[in-house]
């Protein structure tokens, strides 16, 4: 279960991280590509050398509104890139699209971390997982696969986010089917991450070994969607 005392936490952290990044995508486009360059690839889109102002002025009130929590919601809505306004989708970077789950590696992580303070495993405090946390987001490689905008690196924000995802249902074998869901798509992404199948199989053993049954049920709970998903893969 998430504790709904750490879940804003999270959120905080998911808001800074997408403001981060956006601030980063509108600073290449001013600092990198500079605004002539950005203005000149607009109108090859066929689209009006104006909408490249627009955009870069979006991105960074949007990442200002963000970071501070000034109606989020409304803002992350209009920052949706929308590929209507390109008129092809080949147009648009598919990298784009992902940079909107770069916050959730770190968000999720963050609970994560909670659940091992909750459940006595862990002695770093709340504060002490928000920094470690942040240190992942901007600290680390992920930034730099985060703002790049392309397939191959949002593969890796991609495996992050799920991987993430697969720690905090994985602990305590708490959620074993969507532990094994996480880990079957993660495997789609990053097939290195198959190797993090230990992990619940240990958490099921140390919770459940006293109910054989109950082991087995979690077990196979766990094992079902992850293979599904592994199957599939390897046929496609």
Same mark, same amino acid.
């Given at each position: ?32 590509? /500079? #605004? ?15 909408? =490249?102002?627009?955009? #870069? ?72 997982? #928000? ?28 495996? =992050?986010?799920?991987?993430? !995802?697969?720690? !905090?249902?994985?602990?305590? =074998? ?22 993090? =199948? ?19 049920? /979690?077990?196979?709970?766990?094992? /079902? ?12």
């Amino acid at each position: 279960m998430i504790d709904n005392s750490t879940a804003p936490y999270a959120a905080l952290l998911l808001r800074l991280c997408l403001g981060a990044l956006f601030v980063a995508h509108a600073m290449l486009k001013v600092r990198v590509f /500079t #605004i002539p360059g950005t203005v000149k690839y607009f109108q090859s889109l066929g689209l009006p050398g104006f909408v =490249a102002y627009v955009t #870069i002025a979006t991105e960074l009130s949007g990442a200002f509104c963000l970071v501070l929590g000034i109606y989020p919601r409304y803002v992350a809505l209009l920052l949706v890139p929308l590929v209507a306004l390109v008129k092809d989708p080949d147009r648009v970077h598919d990298g784009q699209f992902f940079l909107w789950l770069a916050g959730v590696a770190p968000a999720m992580l963050f609970l994560g971390l909670e659940k091992l303070r909750r459940f006595g495993r862990s002695e770093v405090s709340e504060r002490g997982n #928000i920094g470690l946390c942040l240190l992942f987001a901007f600290g680390s490689v992920y930034f730099f696969c985060a703002e790049q905008g392309t397939v191959w690196f949002a593969a890796h924000v991609v495996g =992050a986010g799920l991987a993430a !995802l697969y720690l !905090l249902f994985a602990l305590e =074998a708490e959620r074993p089917w969507l532990a094994g869901l996480m880990l079957g798509l993660a495997f789609a992404t990053r097939t290195p991450l198959l190797f993090a =199948a230990p992990l619940f199989v240990l958490e099921a053993w140390r919770t459940c070994r006293a109910q054989r049954p109950r082991l087995l049920r /979690t077990l196979l709970a766990f094992a /079902t969607p992850a293979r599904v998903r592994t199957r599939l893969w390897s046929v496609a």
